[in-house]
């Protein structure tokens, strides 16, 4: 065939071809339901609420709330399963939890608030505030101690890196001496002062911003934040953080008239969930509390809790009230330890974790996100990246193998399209 007739022959093929083999074009536009008005999809946030079931279902969780919030606009806003299995008292989203660590942050914002009216510096030495650890000692592995190699400060207590930790390591034997073990919980009739004075006679475990070591400093930053306020840590973070921001259920103790609100706790033992401690009988309903853990002792809704969250995500401020300047939010949102650092990601701010590189938790999540949970498993996200909000509340304590905690982390996220 010559070349003229063969060229022919192609541009006639090419032309039938076009003319009866379907058009690729571009996918359709997604419709209106297939992404909501915060930018998830429906879809896949079937996903969060099936992992929370089947651990309802295979009784390795009693219930719980989740809260998702993406511009201060709720996505998630559930009760899932019972908040009393024996009483068959569903959960409700107003249900009260304990919310153990939780509760550490709570105590950094009181104490940021009097740090920005110049109570203090972060330098500063705890014992110019808090006497009693003018003479702190440091344990030794080979057994004794010595004496500090600087002052211990209250940058150390906000970082966790003051070397009090909840019972490991050189000191642990007087730790286990002076009964520091559960200190908050067990029929405790000390005050906060003077749980601080006996706490301040015990040696650290390490010296002063050497290592990350995750315990009771944050109980002794709440005796600084009632040092230097002149008030009881109870009534400072009412008046201060969780009267001004409307959150009415959130405190040291659960009154009277809310104890029918409590959870239960649960636990997983041998794989089986098991009852540990009802809202009838339970330390957080005992009355007033004279010994006020700002680490480990007060209980909060999923609605109250989130409203503080919002706060600090939103620099600050929520419905109009201010309790930290945005710099203050940015300083405490920073790492401040790098490689020294705890928790679930690459960073540690002042409060919580801080991831700071994608990749820093090892999982899904934004550069500068920060969180923390709690002993009773609850556990928070807050990413200014994508203006969220993640909160998981439920009362599962011991949590076994389960990493439900962690998981609705990456469900939320991976519902995130827009």
């Known amino acids: 065939m010559k070349p003229s007739v063969l060229a022919l022959a192609l541009t006639c093929a090419a032309l039938t071809l076009a003319t009866f083999s379907p058009v690729t074009t571009a996918a359709p536009p997604k419709s209106a339901a297939a992404v909501n008005a915060q930018g998830f999809s429906p879809e896949r946030l079937k996903r969060l609420d ?68 110049g109570r203090f510096l972060l330098k500063d030495p705890v014992a110019r505030y808090l006497p009693a650890f003018a003479d702190a000692q440091v344990a030794l592995a080979q057994g004794g101690t010595e004496k500090l190699r600087r002052p211990l400060t209250i940058h150390d207590l906000l970082t966790h890196t003051a070397g009090m930790s909840y019972g490991p390591g050189p000191a642990k034997a007087a730790y286990d001496a002076a009964g520091m073990k559960d200190w908050y919980l067990v029929g405790n009739d000390e005050t906060l002062a003077e749980w601080t004075d006996r706490f301040a006679a015990l040696p650290l475990q390490s010296q002063p911003g050497e290592q990350f070591i995750y ?23 009412k008046a201060r953080i969780t009267d001004p921001l409307r959150m009415p259920d959130t405190g040291f103790a659960v009154p009277p008239q809310k104890v029918e609100r409590l959870a239960n706790v649960y636990g997983l033992e041998g794989g089986k969930l098991k009852l540990m401690e009802t809202s009838a009988r339970s330390d957080f309903v ?42 203050t939010v940015a300083l405490m949102t920073a790492d401040h330890l790098g490689p020294k650092s705890g928790g679930d990601a690459d960073g540690f701010g002042l409060g919580f974790w801080v991831n700071v590189r994608r990749g820093g938790f090892k999982e899904l999540g934004s550069e500068g996100a920060f969180g923390w949970g709690s002993a009773y498993f609850p556990q928070y996200t807050v990413d200014p990246k994508e203006r969220l909000v993640i909160l998981l509340m439920t009362q599962l304590r011991p949590a076994g193998n389960s990493t439900l905690q962690l998981r609705v982390r990456t469900l939320t996220y991976q519902a995130l399209v827009q």
């Open 50 to 117: 099936a992992a929370i079931d089947e651990q309802i279902a295979q009784n390795q969780l009693a219930g719980g709330v989740m809260a998702v919030l993406r511009d201060g606009k709720p996505v998630v806003f559930k009760a899932y399963g019972q908040r009393d299995i024996e009483a068959a008292k569903p959960m409700r989203t107003d249900t009260i939890f304990r919310i153990a660590s939780m509760s550490k942050a709570l105590t950094t914002v009181a104490a940021m608030i009097l740090y920005e009216e």
């Open 215 to 237: 315990g009771y400093a944050t109980d002794v930053l709440g005796r600084l934040v009632e040092v230097v306020s002149g008030q009881p840590l109870d009534r400072f973070i």
């Open 286 to 327: 005992d009355g007033p509390r004279k010994l006020l853990s700002g680490g480990a002792g007060m209980v909060s809704t999923a609605g109250d809790y989130t409203r503080f969250l919002q706060m600090l995500l939103n620099k600050g401020e929520l419905d109009g009230v201010r309790i930290l300047a945005p710099h």
